[in-house]
């Protein structure tokens, strides 16, 4: 692998640039511009492995190209534009044997939380990424760039929006429902994503990332998109973004392979965290009691009213919105 990767990087400075893909029919395509982020990553990668080439001087010139990934500054970008969506590269050279250049690339990660923090704003769920399709996917990357900062750096700056943007995922934003397909288990997760398992077997992709919700003015704009139901997030769809549980749209509900890629980083290290804290866990790794050795005090709110909706058919669907955390009229971006 080692000399196939070195053949990739030979090939990489021999033609440098972007490569795009080549659409003759649909009007929908990866349009990545960015690469140098790309050049950065394989050159740390070989760090360790590599001693006749300075691939630390390689990868530091290549980083300081882009300082912050170009969707967490400009706060919009369009479809796979700027992939991947996390620079690991600059995680790389935040830990980095050269105190100098450790400082540099830790400094350039905060940058970019700095940027999607501010693009928060005063928005009640913390979330500074772009309603793009595959939003899903940004919020996931600014996740692994957060959690990346906070344990090279010690620096808890930005434990909080690293919460709020996991909550999201996991059912914490508008529409009150994971973006994990078949997560948490008889929660409220997507269960009729648009996929061709769910087609053909009725079955969910357990474990997949959906590509999350998009701009109410881009879902309105997409050609081929079809409600198969009567959507169960309806009260929730006036506000700037939109977001269907439907087998029809793939613009919001498609479990995406790179998004979920990047959310077993997220679930992995959630996992080792509780595993580590001292908290009790039952046989199958679920939190059911906090360390009771620490003199902290835990609040929850609970209502068993708010049921997972099933098949679309609630039979009480005032009652459900009343008990939820959002404004029921729905303007809550």
């Known amino acids: 692998m080692l000399v196939k990767s070195r ?3 030979d090939f990489a400075k021999s033609d440098l640039g972007n490569c795009q893909t080549a659409c003759t029919v649909t009007p929908y395509f990866y349009e990545e511009d960015n690469w140098v982020d790309d050049m950065e990553l394989a050159a740390a990668t070989f760090i360790p492995m590599e001693k006749q080439t300075d691939f630390q001087k390689e990868a530091k010139y290549w980083g300081e190209l882009e300082p912050v990934t170009p969707w967490m500054e400009l706060n919009r970008a369009r479809h796979y534009q700027y992939y991947p969506f996390v620079n690991l ?9 050269d105190p ?18 501010k ?14 399709w595959c939003s899903n996917n940004f919020v996931a990357a600014a996740i692994t760039q957060a959690k990346l900062y906070r344990k090279i750096t010690g620096d808890t700056s930005y434990e909080e929006m690293e919460a709020a943007l996991t909550d999201w995922l996991l059912g914490c934003n508008p529409w009150g429902t994971s973006m994990i397909c078949g997560l948490p288990a008889g929660g409220d997760f997507p269960a009729t994503p648009h996929s061709s398992l769910t087609f053909f077997d009725k079955k969910t992709t357990t474990g997949g990332l959906v590509d999350g919700p998009v701009y109410a003015s881009i879902y309105k704009s997409l050609i081929g998109i079809q ?3 009567a959507d169960g997030y309806a ?10 549980d439907d087998m029809g749209d793939y613009s919001t509900n498609e479990p995406t392979m790179d998004g979920t890629a990047s959310l077993s980083y997220l679930l992995s290290s959630l996992e ?17 009691r906090m360390n009771p050795a620490e003199k902290k005090v835990y609040l929850i709110f609970s209502d068993s009213r ?28």
């Open 119 to 132: 693009y928060a704003g005063n928005d009640p769920f913390r979330i500074g990424v772009p309603f793009v």
């Open 227 to 229: 409600l198969y139901r």
């Open 306 to 333: 708010i049921m997972r909706r099933r098949e679309n058919n609630c039979s009480n669907l005032e009652e459900i919105q009343s008990q939820r955390f959002i404004f029921p009229d729905g303007n809550f971006l």
């Open 272 to 288: 080792v965290e509780g595993r580590t804290s001292g908290n009790i866990l039952d046989d199958q790794g679920a939190l059911v």
């Open 235 to 244: 009260a929730f769809q006036n506000g700037k973004a939109v977001y269907h």
């Open 89 to 97: 590269g600059h995680a790389l050279l935040a830990q980095s044997a």
């Open 100 to 117: 100098v250049v450790a400082k540099q690339f830790a400094g350039l990660m905060k940058q970019g939380l700095d940027q999607i923090r």
């Open 7 to 9: 053949e990739a990087w």
